[in-house]
């Protein structure tokens, strides 16, 4: 037991570590900028069709939207999307999801604590961004499964789609073989009516790794996930919608061999170019490979190019992020010394067939997120958040 | 930033009192900050030891707690460490766990830097950071890393090869 006054000097302790820690946050806190205080440094971005660039900024307790009408030099005030406080819950490999249509109406979808454990809350705006609607539950079986892992892709005919790791099939919940859950969807082309009708694409799927999901060039959702196969392997599978809305079995495109029970935390990433390769990024630690791989695949899945090796291996290179534009391939990971992480792209102009050497772009010895690739269509960009300096956001 | 000024041996300070507070019938986590893997090496120079890095986000770690707790009793001579990969804000579930499977007992510690990725590099260069990660020391600290969940026979040939 502890003596009284020991107690009462514990106390003292805590107290100046509270006031400390309110003290030092009040100071670095930028109050134009929320990107700043960004929750577990995973800001989402996305780019509407008129160039705007929008950024959704989850903090404890709020998540907020901004825009920048200059390729993110500069950023409009930020507007709150929750007006009731809420418990907001990201962290790199799970970060929020913001997309913006053709007709440039804006979704985000995030992952908050409320009432029930753990779930997603589903948003729009169709004022460009001054005001944004009540959010909404998507899940049907939010008050006793997790929803989170959150993806979201809009197409040119509006309809939302909205991807999810969901443990509602996982019965025996903490006692699961092999923490494996499902992935589920929902679509629609009216938010308004908040109904999102709770679909099953696959079982099997990795808990804790995010999933990667594109268009086809026909317009239609393609998945990397990382799966754990009946005999516990949790290598990669390709899962494709038909052009009448099925999804196909998952097909198994890496061949790593890497069976472990285990929370690798580190999922896969996929970007399909206009003449329908698919190029996929990947990390492993199994039998055959070990490390980030890079290959690609021109019929979804069932070959695969030979997996080219990314990064200094003795800097856990991992994290990577893939992006193809026209005959523009380029590759993001990060790597880490000891001290610093710094982030490391490669690029390829001939359809991922050869590449340049690795280069350093970015670096922070704080904690910081994963790099994200995106594009406006004309150029590509690296998205990337660190707690030293908020934000970043560069041409590649 | 002040308090550093007035008191610069601020973390000393904290580590005796979680150290002395885990003499509590509560269960005390200690904060895993830098410098803190040496340390726990310092403190069983020449015996042999298990170290257990989990999360309470982990599933794979929380279905092995019912094993690691049975091992615990079934081998008094073996020192036991537990390491959640977690925040101190997480200290109320990291407890509630720990509880519910009879792990109090032991060195807990929980991670309290801000970057966990120096944290997890100073405990080994070439873990990625998958969890459960669990590492057997043998009296001269030889280790054996290992990630995933590990069967009773497992665990039992790796506490065979550090205790002989």
Redesign the interface.
């Known amino acids: ?2 003596r009284p006054c ?1 107690k009462i ?2 106390t003292f ?1 805590f107290g ?2 509270l ?2 820690g309110c ?2 946050s009040a ?1 670095d806190v930028n109050a134009d900028d929320p990107a700043k205080r960004a929750l577990n440094a995973t800001v989402s971005v996305s780019f509407g069709p008129d160039g705007r660039l929008w950024r959704l900024i989850p903090t404890d307790n709020a998540v907020f939207v901004d825009s920048s009408t200059d390729n993110g030099k500069t950023y409009g005030n930020p507007v709150k999307i929750n007006s009731n406080i809420q418990k907001i819950s990201t962290w790199p490999e799970n970060p929020p999801a913001i997309t913006v249509s053709a007709s440039g109406r804006i979704h985000v979808l995030y992952y908050a604590d409320e009432q029930q454990q753990s779930t997603s809350f589903f948003s729009y705006s169709d004022d460009n961004g001054q005001t944004f609607s009540k959010p909404v539950l998507i899940s049907d079986h939010a008050d006793s499964a997790m929803h989170y892992m959150d993806q979201m892709l809009v197409d040119n005919n509006n309809n939302i789609y909205t991807f999810w790791h969901d443990a509602r099939d996982d019965r025996h919940s ?3 073989a ?2 494996a859950l499902s992935l589920y969807y929902a679509v629609t082309d009216e938010p308004a009516t908040a109904e999102f009708s709770n679909r099953f694409i696959s079982g099997g799927v990795c ?2 790794c995010r999933t990667a999901i594109t268009f086809s060039p026909g317009g239609k959702p393609v998945i990397l996930v990382r799966m754990v196969f009946p005999d516990g392997t949790r290598d990669h599978a390709l899962i494709t919608m038909t052009q009448n809305g099925q999804w196909s079995k998952p097909q198994r495109t890496t061949h790593d061999d890497w069976k ?7 999922g896969p990433a996929l970007s399909i170019d206009t003449q329908s390769r698919a190029h996929l990024a990947w ?1 492993t ?1 199994g039998d055959k490979r070990q490390g980030i791989y890079y290959a690609h695949t021109d019929d979804l899945g069932k070959t695969l190019s030979e997996p080219m090796s990314l990064g200094n291996t ?1 800097h ?1 290179p ?1 994290h990577p992020d893939v992006i193809a534009l026209g005959s523009r391939v380029v590759l993001a990971w990060v790597e ?1 010394d ?2 610093a ?1 710094d982030i490391v792209i490669k690029e390829s102009t001939d359809r991922g067939l050869t590449w340049s050497k690795d280069r350093k772009i970015l670096n922070s ?3 910081s997120g994963h790099p994200k690739l995106v594009s406006n269509g004309e150029k590509i960009f690296l998205s990337w958040t660190s ?1 030293d300096v908020g934000h970043h956001f560069i041409e590649i | 930033m002040f308090l550093k000024k007035l008191f610069p041996s601020l973390p000393l300070i904290l580590a005796i009192a979680f150290t002395s507070s885990a003499r509590a019938e509560q269960p005390q986590l200690q904060p895993f900050a830098p410098g803190s893997y040496q340390q726990i090496l310092a403190n069983n120079a020449d015996h042999p030891f298990m170290l257990v890095i989990w999360s309470i986000t982990c599933s794979s770690c929380l279905k092995d707690m019912e094993l690691l707790s049975s091992l615990h009793k079934e081998n008094p001579d073996l020192k036991m460490i537990m390491l959640a990969a977690d925040t101190v804000d997480d200290t109320d579930q990291i407890q509630q766990i720990l509880g519910k499977n009879q792990l109090t007992g032991i060195d807990n510690w929980v991670f309290a830097d801000e970057n966990a990725q120096k944290l997890r590099f100073e405990i080994d260069p070439k873990w990625y950071g998958e969890l459960p990660r669990t590492y057997f020391f043998d009296a001269s600290h030889q280790r054996t890393g290992i990630s995933g969940v590990m069967s009773r026979a497992d665990y039992e040939t790796m506490f065979a090869k550090i205790l002989k």
């Open positions: 037991m502890l020991y000097a514990l302790l100046l570590l006031a400390s003290h030092s100071k903490h006692h699961s092999a923490g808990s804790c472990i029970d285990a929370c690798p935390e580190h990390f630690l003795g856990l991992g880490f000891g001290n992480t010895s704080a904690k707690n």
